[in-house]
């Protein structure tokens, strides 16, 4: 019993229910227009000018629910005041040719029930309530007449009265609790996403967490080797200063160009940050613009070899064939994975020779770094960088993106290869 009666102790039942009479009230506007063919048409019968009276109307409400806008101030509104669960609807539109195109019918549908059950819902619960003021103590001398099965009972006063007015507001909450419920069942199913937007929101989301992956590894990759190489250079150049002031310059030069790169791949991951933050804020005010992305391929290797040289290690560097012939997203790739090489070397490596090849062949490019490992680092380096153990895994991920094939592992008992080929299409 008192489960029961749960419903009518909710504040969101009455706020479900005037959502449902608030909805009622805004289509007030819209009869005044459905009512001008009735007034064009006056010696049809009532009966013909009620009924075209509510095609008209309930055609003017339809027509207000195709609006984009108008799902949108729907699902919003169902969400704080029914407590469903709806997502936003997706921005893309469907293509015209697309069998979800056709669906749009199902806003306008909900629209028009919402009013029906407001219009409904109000004027039942109206009446109710004002019998319930009404009927005690015979006030506005209102008196009220039931027939059941042929019997008649007339309520006049006494006690007869209360009982009436309190089944009555009892009978107001049940409309209440009907009206939302209706919204409630209904709003998923005619609210809710269809196919083509949980498609459409699906491929946002992977569109987002691909943008978002893309991003971590040019900052593992940018910014990992950076810091890991100026952290070298400058303990490099504290033993210089002394000795060889000219070397330390240098040193010093180094880190500025290096920290130079890396603010500008920063800049770059923050605007694209910015900007997809702007996108799914859906700000209409004018949003910055992403700074253009820093374009690195296999052209910059000797200036990030001549780097990574600054930190005292001793790189060779070994090439073949026509490395220009590798361009676009390729060759970027390749200057990533090779500065991810040259990194782990640094980090990890006993300070022995690094060791890079590039061959680039007709149909393939193949990368290579080899370093030693094992030995104690010498003297002014780092004994230990901290590691997050995604550097192998985020190559591994951008090689499987360029269906290319990756090896890294020991190559002898103290030395360390990593080796991938890239398949090359030279239309690219």
Known sequence: MIKALRPLLRRSTYAGALFAYAAALASLPLLSFALLPALAWRSAPEG?????????????????????????????????????????????????????????????????????????????????????????????????????????ARVTDGWQSWAAALACLLLAAVVCVLVTRALRWSAPRLLGPSTAERLALA????????????????????????????????????????????????????????????????????????????ESAESTGGAETAAAAPIRTLADLPELLERVRHTGAVVEWERSGDPAQVRGTLSRAAYRIVQEGLTNAVRHGAGGPITVRVAAGPDALELTVVNETGAAPRTGRPRAFPTSGHGLPGLAERVRLLHGEIDAGPDGPRRWRLAVRLPVRLSA
């Open 203 to 278: 491929a946002e989301r992977e569109r987002r967490l691909a943008e978002r992956n893309r991003l971590a590894h040019e900052l593992h990759d940018s910014i990992g080797h950076t810091l890991t190489t100026t952290t070298i250079q400058a303990a490099v150049a504290g033993e210089l200063m002394s000795t060889d002031p000219a070397a330390a310059r240098a040193t010093l030069r180094s880190i500025e160009e290096s920290a130079r790169a890396a603010l500008e791949d920063l800049d770059y991951v923050l605007g694209v940050l910015r900007e997809r933050e702007a």
């Open 48 to 152: 013909v000018l009620f009924v075209v009276v509510l095609v008209v109307w309930a055609a003017l409400i339809a027509l207000v629910g195709l609006a984009r806008t108008t799902r949108r101030v729907l699902i919003l509104a169902a969400r704080r005041l029914l407590h469903v669960v709806l997502p936003a609807p997706s921005a893309a539109r469907p293509p015209r040719t697309s069998p979800e195109a056709g669906q749009r019918w199902r806003t306008p549908l909900w629209l028009l029930l919402h009013v029906t059950l407001g219009w409904t819902g109000a004027l039942a619960s109206g009446l109710l309530l004002f019998l319930a003021l009404a009927l005690p103590g015979g006030w506005l001398r209102a008196e009220l007449a039931l027939s059941l099965f042929g019997r008649s």
